[in-house]
């Protein structure tokens, strides 16, 4: 089996890769990124330092290629602060990418990173597979612009596609600051290495979060699933954990960690990453995605 890994670079793509590199099942792997490219231990893997809406690279890089993780992307503050940007990536190069294959390969995997930010704000409780899209962020329109036109391209047998919608993926050392979401991964390293922090939640926020190993190995199952079913875009499963409990976990993972940790509230922080109710996924259970076990498993595997 080959498979073709798209922002293979960034903070999930890397983790996919090395997954990827030490699975019996594959037999090739292509990593396409902008930026510099690292081959995972023991792979043989192809590199392509370059933009994937460039026509030789894509072709080089997808030729043969049994699935496509696709993860590249411009996300959330970005994609606000650069709307030409964001269409060029989000929608333009990544349409150009399922009507590419459609035309040459209409029966690889794809496997599309969307979004939770396709739903609208604050959430419904319980979310379900049936809750409905309204997004406010123009990442979330792009994603479920493209999630519109993989279950399109699939339905029409164009492509055999599925769309996944992560929730936070923890934890990125050095998360970029400018992402609102960034003090969630910051929480991680900041009781590891026994640095004080504030968080802008209270601390029965709640939120849905998920180990970067869980859901790299959530993306990998969907490239290799043999059969999906109708239903073509759909939320992986997440833990649905307080502050409090998160911050409990890190304290018993590093006993000796003199971290203080403190709340300070900002309510519009709040209203985007602490009003998070229950989560059900269905459809994702029934397919075999996998969520952390409980708050001590996502902080082991966020620092694996």
């Known amino acids: 089996m080959k498979v073709t890994v798209i922002g293979a670079g960034g903070f999930v ?15 090739a792997l ?27 690279l894509r072709g080089a890089a997808l030729d043969g290629a049994d699935a496509v993780i696709m993860l590249a992307a411009i996300l959330g503050g970005a994609a ?27 029966l690889t995997r794809m496997v599309f990173a969307s979004t939770i930010a396709v739903y609208a704000m604050p959430l419904p409780d319980p979310v379900t597979d049936a809750t409905p899209f309204a997004p406010t962020m123009v990442y979330g329109a792009q994603k479920l612009m493209m999630e519109v036109a993989l279950s399109n391209f699939t339905a029409k047998g164009w492509l055999d596609g599925v769309s996944l919608r992560p929730s936070g993926v923890m934890a990125r050392d050095g998360a970029d600051a400018g992402l609102k979401s960034a003090f969630m991964s910051r929480l991680f390293w900041s009781v590891r290495r026994g640095e004080d922090i504030t968080l802008p939640v209270a601390q029965d926020s709640r939120s849905w979060l998920t180990s970067v190993d869980t859901v790299a190995a959530n993306f990998i199952h969907a490239a290799k699933l043999p059969e999906i079913g109708a239903e073509r875009a759909f939320t992986l499963p997440a833990l649905s954990l307080t502050f409090g409990e998160l911050v409990a976990a890190l304290h018993a993972r590093f006993p000796d960690s003199p971290s203080r940790v403190t709340f300070d509230p900002d309510p519009a922080t709040v209203a985007l990453f602490g009003q998070f109710p229950r989560l059900e996924t269905e459809t994702a259970d029934r397919l075999g995605f996998k969520r952390d076990a409980d708050a001590p498993a996502l902080v082991d595997a966020a620092f694996a």
């Open 13 to 27: 793509g890397q983790r996919v890769a090395a997954q990827l590199a030490a699975d019996p099942d594959v037999t």
């Open 80 to 106: 606000e602060a650069d709307y030409g940007l964001a269409r060029a990536v989000n929608v333009d190069a990544t349409l150009d990418l399922f009507e590419y294959l459609r035309d040459t390969a209409p």
């Open 30 to 56: 292509s990593l396409v990124d902008r930026a510099g490219l690292t081959a995972p231990e023991g792979a043989h893997a192809q590199m392509f330092n370059g933009d994937f809406s460039d026509p030789d």
